[in-house]
């Protein structure tokens, strides 16, 4: 005789994504994420803060505005990368090439660039407690390039417009069983003077680690129309954008000169870029790539330890440098997704 397995298996949850166009239109999901997620849905129930005549609450809670968040979590494959800058930088980037194909993400600083908004399915095996997210995109995202130089880590917040609970997720969705990931060990930082010789210089034998963290704070909007359902959000507006990495780097020549220019009396702007190209073919000589670039000064500095090696870690804070003709962020992801999110 066998008995049934108890419903409700953590290894059967799965984040599924779709390409939306319209704010206030789901889609079916096209894509299954390597990733772990955990979400938050929060209605807000509050009790009223009045007097009742009793020592216990007596009247019923009302609603207020919907919040819907979620945390990504997971190593960064080359095919998937691309999803979480659109989400997090927006601008209906169009990818170029015939097999390699390239996203480029330049955001603007004085204008605000449209958004990238997904619909996201989430739940485990029972297709009664499955959620359907709308109009999602990334408030923050954080990049780990760990010392041991395995994949690259990310966690990314996510903000939601609505949820719809419940709603059964797409079927016939699987990930990807091959993911080409994007390494530590296969990551060069480079450090130079000038925006026109950005990536040029290697800090070779110096870079342990780095960890990278980008905040849209992004301004969420919602209006009184006489019937708003579910409390949902309205729409989104672009924050101060913030971006800080802090880069763990051995005593070595080259780190003891970015140490010195961190200690000097003015302000000396570094242009840096995180380039990660992996072993692995595309076409020709082509291979998966992704590629940060920012301009930025050092502001802080600590001590560490790395092994039976002391450290320092550097942490660099961005800046718009209209006059260097580089974008507040650049990044570049070249992969094989001819479209945003293909099935695995």
Same mark, same amino acid.
């Given at each position: 005789?066998?008995v ?6 953590v290894?059967?949850?799965?984040? !599924?994504?779709? *390409?939306?166009?319209?704010? @206030? #239109?789901p +889609?079916?999901?096209?894509? /299954? ?32 505005a ?5 945390q ?30 390239s ?16 619909t ?13 997210y ?18 690259? !880590?990310?966690? *990314?917040?996510?903000?939601? @417009? #609505?949820? +719809?609970?419940?709603?059964? /997720? ?57 019937s ?22 051995a ?21 840096l870029?995180i ?45 718009y440098?209209?006059?260097s003709?580089l ?11 001819a ?6």
């Open positions: 005789m066998t049934s397995a108890m419903p409700g298996n290894r059967f949850r799965a984040l !599924q994504l779709g *390409a939306q166009s319209d704010f @206030g #239109t +889609v079916a999901a096209t894509r /299954r994420m390597p990733w772990r997620y955990n979400p938050t849905v929060d209605p807000h129930w509050t009790s009223p803060d009045v007097d009742t005549g009793t020592l216990d609450p007596a009247i019923a809670p009302y609603r207020m919907l919040d819907v968040t979620g990504s979590t997971g190593p960064l494959a080359a095919n998937d990368v691309h999803v979480l800058w659109a989400a997090l930088l927006g601008g209906g980037v169009t990818p170029t090439g015939a097999t390699a194909k996203w480029a993400f330049a955001p603007a600083s004085t204008s605000a660039d449209d958004y990238d908004i997904f996201g399915e989430w739940g485990d095996e029972v297709a009664t407690d499955q959620w359907q709308s109009a999602g995109i990334v408030d923050q995202l954080q990049l780990v390039y760990p010392e041991d130089l395995g994949p690259i !880590q990310h966690t *990314a917040d996510w903000r939601w @417009g #609505t949820a +719809v609970y419940p709603n059964a /997720r797409t079927g016939g969705l699987s990930v990807d069983t091959s993911p080409t990931w994007l390494y530590g060990a296969d990551t060069t930082l480079y450090v130079d003077d000038v925006a026109g010789s950005i990536g040029i210089s290697p800090l070779l034998n110096t870079m342990h680690g780095a960890q990278v963290t980008i905040a849209a704070n992004t301004d969420v909007k919602r209006f009184s129309n006489g708003n359902t579910n409390f949902a959000v309205a729409g989104y507006g672009r924050g101060a954008r913030t971006l800080e990495t802090t880069i763990t780097l005593k070595s020549t080259a780190g003891i000169a970015e140490a010195v220019k961190w200690l000097n009396a003015n302000p000396q702007e570094r242009f870029s380039d990660t190209t992996t072993r692995s073919l595309i076409t020709g000589s082509t291979y998966y790539q992704h590629r940060l670039r920012f301009a930025g000064h050092w502001f802080t500095r600590q001590e560490g330890a790395q092994g039976s090696n002391t450290t320092m870690q550097l942490v660099c804070r961005h800046l440098d209209a006059d003709g974008p507040p962020i650049g990044v570049l992801v070249v992969n094989t997704a479209t945003m999110l293909p099935a695995a």
